[in-house]
C-alpha cells in the first residue's frame, strides 16, 4: 500500500486550499479508513479529519467543523481534503494514512498503518 499527498502549499489567512490523497495497492471503496492528520513544529501530531466509504461515515477534529471537509475524489482511491478559513495555527506538515481501526479510535494516529510523506501547509497572517 502506498499513499501520496498533494496540494500543500502557502496561503494568506482566511484562505482556502484542497489536500489530495491517493491509496494504491487497496481498494479503499471495501474497507478500512482514510485520515487526515497534521503536525506543527513542536507539537504531537493530530487527526484532522476521517473518512470511511464502505459506512459513509466522517469525523472532524471540532477545530476542524465547519471548515474542512472531507471527500472521496472522482479518481478511484482518492482522497480530497478541502480547507477554508484557514488560520495561522492550521500551519504545518498535513499526513493522510489509511489503515482500519473501528471508528471510536479514528482519532488515534496508531491506528493507521500506512503513512504518506507528508504536505506543507503554511498560513500567513
Known amino acids: 500500500v502506498q499513499v501520496v499527498e498533494s496540494g500543500g502549499g502557502l496561503v494568506q489567512s482566511g484562505g482556502s486550499l484542497r489536500l489530495s490523497c491517493t491509496v494504491s495497492?487497496?481498494?479503499?471503496?471495501?474497507?478500512?479508513?482514510v485520515g487526515w492528520f497534521r503536525q506543527a513544529p513542536g507539537r504531537d501530531r493530530e487527526a484532522v479529519s476521517v473518512?470511511?466509504?464502505?459506512?459513509?461515515?466522517?469525523y472532524y477534529a471540532k477545530f476542524a467543523k465547519g471548515r474542512f471537509t472531507i471527500f472521496k475524489g472522482d479518481t478511484e482511491n482518492t482522497v480530497h481534503l478541502q480547507m477554508n478559513s484557514l488560520k495561522d495555527e492550521d500551519s504545518g506538515v498535513y499526513y493522510c494514512?489509511?489503515?482500519?481501526?473501528?471508528?471510536?479510535?479514528?482519532?488515534?494516529?496508531?491506528?493507521?498503518?500506512?503513512w504518506g510523506q507528508g504536505t506543507q501547509v503554511t498560513v500567513s497572517s
Open positions: 494514512a489509511y489503515g482500519d481501526p473501528p471508528p471510536p479510535k479514528w482519532s488515534e494516529t496508531a491506528e493507521f498503518t500506512f
Open positions: 495497492g487497496f481498494r479503499i471503496d471495501d474497507d478500512g479508513a
Open positions: 473518512i470511511s466509504f464502505a459506512d459513509i461515515m466522517t
